[in-house]
């Protein structure tokens, strides 16, 4: 019977100090958050991947882990967690059924009910496709734990391309506003 093997204790990523900077609200989240390496698949077109604490392909079960498939840097970095911490905190704890943090929860919602026509058509279209693909969750699954997170993300924490902009998807008075909000509540200390 040999020694337990030991795992190294990962070092938490430099950069969680400066999403804490850019967004209080996460910094009570951050010591939960381990940022690693991924190794995408061939044709794998991601550049994170995001895992809940209570999920079980985590790599880091019990951890909120953030896998980078490619090299961020500076200001796209910090934008990249951050982004992917929106995941977290407009999730509900599987366990309890509650909202990680109500007021972000009841903001995402106003953010999905300011969608155009066309917006709900075109996140139907990627759903279906989404679905050809092998997404097994609900519409309504999807929309609360990846689509609604994307809107909320192409304001606050856009990356280089900026296209969520650039499409337009905010030119509604009520939709720049709900994600406005958000950005305000994620900057407030």
């Known amino acids: 019977?040999?020694?337990?093997?030991?795992?190294?204790?990962?070092?938490?990523?430099?950069?969680?100090?400066?999403?804490?900077?850019?967004?209080?609200?996460?910094?009570?989240?951050l010591p939960q958050v381990t940022v690693q390496r991924g190794k995408p698949e061939p044709n794998d077109n991601r550049q994170l991947e995001f895992y809940p604490p209570w999920e079980s392909r985590n790599p880091n079960p019990g951890k909120i882990t953030i896998e980078m498939y490619r090299d961020f840097h500076g200001p796209e970095r910090t934008n990249a967690i951050a982004g992917d911490l929106l995941h977290y905190i407009g999730a509900r704890n599987p366990s309890t059924k509650q909202p990680i943090d109500p007021k972000y929860w009841a903001m995402k919602q106003q953010v999905v009910k300011s969608r155009t026509p066309e917006q709900k058509y075109l996140d139907d279209r990627l759903y279906e496709e989404a679905k050809r693909r092998g997404e097994s969750r609900s519409f309504e699954d999807w929309m609360q734990e990846s689509r609604a997170d994307a809107y909320i993300r192409g304001w606050i924490t856009p990356d280089q391309a900026d296209e969520w902009r650039k499409h337009g998807f905010y030119s509604t008075p009520a939709m720049k506003k709900s994600v406005e909000t958000i950005k305000q509540y994620l900057k407030s200390k």
Do not use: N, R, T
């Open 1 to 29: 019977m040999g020694a337990p093997a030991i795992i190294p204790e990962q070092k938490p990523d430099p950069s969680l100090g400066e999403v804490g900077k850019a967004y209080p609200k996460l910094v009570q989240y």
